[in-house]
């Protein structure tokens, strides 16, 4: 079973009338999930009708290094000006308990 020790978590913001375009989006990097067999875990998430927010967990700082210069990344980069409003702003925490089942 893998352990989670680093994370990425994003909160972004929607343009104006772009709201259902971040939830196809985000649906579909899933996706991407693939080809990152070192992102343990990931989520897009919701807060409210045009915030979102995406959690990532990595075992380690090579997971999460794949994963910013991964798929997911370069898709969300390609994107973040036509979807998002605001600077884009990646934070790198520290995990310091989970509980993954499977």
């Known amino acids: 079973m893998k352990v989670t020790k680093l994370a990425l978590f994003m909160q972004l913001k929607a343009k104006a009338g772009k709201e259902e375009e971040v939830v196809a ?4 990097a899933a996706a991407l999930l ?3 067999p070192l992102t343990v875990a990931w989520f897009a998430v919701r807060f ?6 995406i959690f990532d967990a990595f075992d380690s700082d090579q997971g999460r290094q794949a994963h910013l210069s991964g798929a997911i990344a370069a ?6 000006g036509e979807l998002f409003e605001g600077p884009l702003e990646i934070k790198q925490p520290d995990v310091l308990a989970d509980r993954l089942l499977g």
């Open 75 to 80: 898709a969300l980069m390609a994107k973040y």
């Open 25 to 28: 989006f985000l649906k579909d």
């Open 48 to 53: 409210n009708q045009s915030t979102f927010g």
């Open 34 to 36: 693939e080809q990152e």
